[in-house]
């Protein structure tokens, strides 16, 4: 059931009715089973993965923390009884029982995902091995269904799981309202990953109705409508077409495509996160937000702390911080400082910690070598950015041109051709392709695509072109504005024939401008395929 189909807008339409008309204590309840209709619509085959992935770590939760609460009454009975020693040999006896508790339902969950998700493409890799060694058996393919969102529930039951491990969250009792922390409908298809802590009190408590909120939500919805499907999926015609033939579609179109890509890419993800927030408002539930204007960065750095900032930081907590100072890491510290010298002990363990994290962001994307690249590409850039900060000092305590409004939009600049580039390896079906598409930019001399009227071959008219420059603007435009305050809340504060104008005719440009009708499709949202 697509965001953008008009089953799903039935589907929500008919909640948001029974939400505010049933009692109130009967409201998460009929959230979960809004949440269990919709995923069993999209594959009933499905149910299977979140229901083992919600109980296995629901129970895992549980005793862990029935252990920890249990080594805090022992110790506090036996305080005057115990010495140090044994206080200690006690604590670390527990500790080793949760940390099995976790490791085990870790290793099942993360090993689902992996099965699932990565048989294919090991199968695939070993395949390519044993043709390059002149063998000729090749293992068959197998047929596995890939749950919808299964990478974003995962992660989330996962984080979830760990904050209990540390004593960050309690567990929940209930089965029932952990299921619907794992399982809330909105947020499957494309995240955000939530927190436990920061998600579950406003989904479970009871919510009555209030119109400014309920308006609110509507205005975030219709503004995800416009971003997806009058941009996004109009945009999604020329991309496709440019990506599908590399050979007839380089240079100068390659370069055409790539800015498309990452526009379209902008439009497509923000435009769901934008819909998600938006239902869940209507409801009274706080998603968090995903992304802070992140075309509007300086840095690859700052780029990343801005753009779907809920994976970024789970990838933070949950693998670097452990990684960087685990028992492992510090001794590689300590050998690398004797041996190599001080500033080596103190970032070799940096880097490698960073590596991991973007060799597993670009495996999370997906099961291609391409993302494999991409997530490696990104780990480059931004540790030959840290190596070169003391060079970048230097010029500019020669050159004070930091803080200039020019040397800022040409840092802007920079940083989203950078983004455009490494967002190649997301479009293209290869890493042979993606270099190719890549060099033709700097090899053909087919520039004057760019005015002779080719670009209308792309699939998009003169109208079309001009939806897409005007809808770009008014996205520039809102994000300029955000810079000082929501700008919902700007047009809240005006006069009702004001504020009737603004969303009455986004409505309306949503209506007759979205991408329907022959030559387009209402698409997927890109990140459904995470």
């Not at 960050?168 to 309202?177: K, L, M, N, P, Y």
């Not at 497509?268 to 968090?288: E, H, L, N, P, S």
């Not at 940096?350 to 997530?375: D, P």
Request: aromatic content about 18%; charged content about 15%; proline content about 2%.
């Amino acid at each position: 059931m697509l965001f953008t189909s008009y089953s799903f807008l039935g589907f929500i339409a008919a909640l948001f009715i029974l939400y505010y008309l049933i009692p109130k204590k009967f409201q998460w309840p009929l959230l979960l089973a809004a949440s269990y209709v919709f995923y069993f619509i999209a594959g009933p085959d499905y149910l299977i993965y979140i229901l083992v992935t919600s109980l296995t770590v629901y129970y895992a939760a549980l005793r862990i923390e029935q252990n920890a609460d249990r080594q805090s009454g022992y110790l506090k009975a036996h305080k005057e009884e115990l010495s140090k020693d044994e206080k200690r040999s006690y604590k670390e006896g527990q500790k080793k029982i949760r940390l099995r508790w976790m490791i085990g339902c870790l290793l099942l969950n993360l090993g689902i995902l992996a099965v699932v998700k990565y048989t294919n493409f090991v199968i695939g890799n070993i395949n390519g091995i044993f043709a390059a060694l002149g063998r000729g058996g090749q293992l068959s393919f197998v047929d596995l269904a890939l749950p919808m969102g299964i990478s974003f529930y995962t992660f989330q039951a996962v984080g979830y799981l760990v904050d209990v491990y540390r004593g960050t969250v309690r567990a929940e009792r209930s089965v029932f309202r952990f299921a619907l922390f794992v399982s809330f409908f909105p947020q499957l298809i494309q995240g955000p990953i939530s927190r436990y802590g920061d998600l579950a009190q406003s989904l479970y408590e009871e919510h009555s109705f209030d119109a400014r909120t309920v308006s609110r939500g509507l205005q975030r919805m219709l503004w995800g409508y416009f971003k997806k499907m009058v941009i996004a999926d109009r945009i999604l015609t020329a991309v496709s077409t440019i990506v599908g033939d590399v050979g007839t579609y380089s240079g100068a179109y390659a370069f055409v495509g790539m800015l498309f890509y990452t526009l379209e890419l902008y439009a497509d993800f923000t435009g769901g996160i934008d819909i998600t927030i938006g239902i869940a408002q209507v409801m009274g539930i706080t998603v968090q937000e995903n992304f802070h204007r992140p075309y509007f960065s300086k840095s690859l750095k700052e780029y990343w702390r801005r753009w779907h900032i809920s994976m970024s930081s789970w990838f933070r907590d949950y693998i670097f911080y452990p990684v960087s100072v685990s028992a492992p890491m510090q001794k590689l510290a300590k050998f690398s400082k004797k041996h190599f010298g001080a500033r080596v002990g103190r970032r070799l363990p940096v880097y490698l910690s960073t590596f991991l994290v973007w060799l597993a962001t670009g495996v999370w994307h997906g099961a291609s070598w391409n993302f494999i690249v991409w997530g490696l590409g990104n780990w480059v850039v931004l540790m030959a950015s840290e190596e070169l900060e003391p060079l970048y000092a230097r010029f500019h305590q020669r050159f004070p041109v930091d803080g200039k409004f020019w040397y800022k939009v040409f840092q802007v600049g920079r940083t989203f051709l950078l983004v455009c580039c490494l967002n190649m390896f997301d479009c293209y079906s290869s890493i042979a392709e993606t270099a190719r598409a890549f060099a033709s930019m700097f090899t053909a001399s087919n520039w004057h695509i760019l005015w002779d009227g080719s670009l209308m071959k792309l699939g998009l008219t003169w109208s079309d072109y001009g939806v897409m420059a005007a809808g770009v603007l008014v996205l520039l435009g809102v994000s300029l504005v955000q810079r000082s305050g929501s700008v919902r809340e700007k047009i809240a504060a005006k006069v009702y024939p004001v504020r009737f104008a603004v969303w009455y005719g986004l409505f309306l440009v949503v209506l007759v401008m979205g991408a329907y009708g022959i030559g387009y499709d209402a698409s997927q949202f890109i990140y459904n395929q995470f």
